[in-house]
């Protein structure tokens, strides 16, 4: 069935950078693009960014443009996303969401489990 | 990017129908028929719902509709069931290629 699997929990250290794995199966994963969503203990959704698994195109929301970089891997069907400069405030559940399609305006149709990144001293 | 206008939270009982209305501007939900919303029951992965306005995804009950009107979307959900009760958000793509979500709205089945 058609599943993304993110990698497991991570704890970090301010300053520190967290990579953040998702892979994918079940269906062709060129033909779609991937979204980034992190959730804040207790708070809302945000959206993080967008990458084409097909050309690698990339869309960052503003307020992480410079810290946040989104990769793909075409061979392992994996979608990658890092983050540096880490701040007790990025502590969230980080999910991976595919697009509907592989334009940057699509619906997130399938979600990854999750994975929970603290940031603390 | 500011987040979209949700009402904190709505409540019905069993069997009635509810409204959640999503307020953006002409930059978002007016500018662009790509809003979605999306379900997520404590603890679990969001899922989604409703998109491009008022289409349903495979599997989803027809229980869920969506509709929009200038800057404002909305999501219905008719025959209200107690599974219903969750979080609900909206999201819309933006004028700025990225996307924002509303802050969600807590659905309590009384």
């Known amino acids: 069935q058609v599943q993304l699997v993110q990698s497991g929990a991570e704890v970090k250290k301010p300053g520190a950078s967290v990579k953040v794995s998702c892979k994918a199966s079940?269906?062709?994963?060129?033909?779609?693009?991937i979204s980034w969503v992190r959730q804040a203990p207790g708070q809302g959704l945000e959206w993080m960014g967008w990458?084409?698994?097909?050309?690698?195109?990339?869309n960052y929301a503003q307020k992480l443009q410079g810290r946040v970089t989104m990769t793909t891997d075409t061979s392992t069907s994996t979608a990658y996303m890092e983050l540096r400069s880490l701040r007790s405030d990025d502590t969230a559940v980080y999910y991976c969401?595919?697009?509907?399609?592989?334009?940057?305006?699509?619906?997130?149709?399938?979600w990854g489990q999750g994975t929970m990144v603290t940031v603390s001293s | 990017q500011s987040a979209l206008t949700q009402p904190a939270s709505v409540s019905g009982s069993p069997g009635q129908s509810i409204t959640i209305s999503c307020t953006g501007t002409?930059?978002?939900?007016?500018?662009?028929?790509?809003v979605s919303w999306y379900q997520q029951h404590p603890g679990k992965a969001p899922k989604l719902m409703i998109y491009?306005?008022?289409n349903r995804p495979s599997g989803v009950s027809n229980r869920f509709s969506g509709s929009k009107s200038g800057n404002t979307a909305s999501l219905t959900i008719s025959g209200l069931q107690a599974e219903d009760e969750a979080d609900y958000y909206c999201?819309?793509?933006?004028?700025?290629?990225?996307?924002?979500f509303g802050g969600g709205t807590k659905l309590t089945v009384l």
């Open positions: 969401a595919r697009a509907y399609g592989d334009d940057p305006w699509e619906a997130f149709d399938i």
């Open positions: 079940g269906y062709t994963f060129t033909s779609y693009g």
């Open positions: 990458i084409s698994a097909y050309n690698g195109n990339t």
């Open positions: 002409s930059s978002d939900v007016g500018g662009y028929n790509y």
């Open positions: 491009d306005v008022s």
């Open positions: 999201s819309s793509y933006t004028s700025s290629s990225t996307h924002v």
